[in-house]
């Protein structure tokens, strides 16, 4: 059912600082900070050629990532994305198998645009999980 992955998603206490200090130790690209103001958070990607890392910082009042840096002040990695070609699909194959979907169960439009859901940690290991639908040849 999963395709590729996405991005690894990190949070981070500084954004501007943890961009920079993965350009200059690890050599990498990495895209111009921006603020996705509706979901609480500012991103920036570190691409590489098969994937990216997206570091995140909270953004606003009530960021829903704000409590994660709280437990790790430090930052620490809060999920992976993998790519599906139908998140409806995706959804009814994973409750039907007793996987529970994250918030109130629908899809929602994620920080990319595209439709997501996201399940619980405890279902795979203590890990969250996205899951991304991207159009077919359409892959950012
Ligand atoms: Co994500």
Redesign the pocket.
Known sequence: MIGRIN?I?IVVPDLDGAAAHWRDMLGAAVSAPKTIAEHGVRVAFVRSANGQV?LMEPYGENSPIAGFLKRHPDGGMH?I?YEVSSIDDARVHLEAKGARVLGDGKVKT??HGNPVLFLHPKDFNGTLI?LEQIAAGGAN
């Open positions: 991005h998603a997206e999920h994305c994620g920080a996205e």
